[in-house]
Structures are given as C-alpha cells and as structure tokens.
C-alpha cells in the first residue's frame, strides 16, 4: 500500500492543524496505521495509532489530550488532528502501517513521505 501524508504547514503556537494520509488500496481498512514524527536531529518516534476499526487509539504522552487520530475507511484515509500545538511539536510527521499488528509495538511495513510541521513561538 501506498500512502501520501497531507496537511503540514506553518503554525503559531496554540494553533490547530490536521494531517491527512490517503492510502492507495480500498483494502487499507485491513492495515493498522499510525503516526510518527522526527524532529531535526532527533530519532523518529511514536506519535499515535490506531486499529483497522478504529475502535481503538494510542497516543505517546507527550500528544495525549492534545492530538486525535482517527480514520475514514471508505474514503481511505487517516487522520491526525492537533491542537495547542507547541514549538516542540515541530518535526517531519510520516503516516505508517502495519497489516497484522499496531505500529506501537511493530516496525511498520509502510510508511509515507512526510509532511512538515513548524510550530513557531
């Protein structure tokens, strides 16, 4: 499967965006996805995820009760909506999916190019 990751841009802290990622195959409902982000000169890490249903979410800590993922299986696509959006939430954000088990626990089989968000101060 492939998947384009959308939505990223420039935003003052406290502000909201949401991020987009089309897979190509109508079967993506089979795929556990999720979202990961890098900063510069940080490793990449865990940032949400989310079952084929959608029935069930996982966020890393430091998003938790500020970013909501969600998905649209008829229409093939996973959500990432952030709000109060903090200078440290600046990084590369890459949707990626797993076909047997949640990309919290497994390396992901795919992964998309990226989008840049930059949360200005």
């Known amino acids: 499967v492939q998947l384009q990751a959308s939505g990223g841009g420039l935003v003052q802290a406290g502000g909201s965006l949401r991020l987009s990622c089309a897979a190509s195959?109508?079967?993506?409902?089979?795929?556990?996805m999720g979202w990961f982000r890098q900063a510069p000169g940080k490793e990449r890490e865990f940032v949400a995820s989310?079952?084929?249903?959608?029935?069930?979410?996982r966020y890393a800590t430091s998003v938790k009760d500020r970013f909501t993922i969600a998905r649209d299986n008829d229409k093939n696509t996973v959500y990432l909506q952030m709000i109060a959006l903090k200078p440290e939430d600046t990084a590369v954000y890459y949707c990626?999916?797993?076909?047997?088990?949640?990309?919290?626990?497994?390396?992901?089989?795919?992964w998309g190019q990226g989008t840049l968000v930059t949360v200005s101060s």
């Open positions: 990626a999916a797993h076909r047997f088990y949640s990309v919290y626990y497994a390396r992901p089989h795919y």
């Open positions: 989310i079952s084929q249903s959608g029935d069930s979410t």
């Open positions: 195959e109508r079967t993506s409902s089979r795929y556990y």
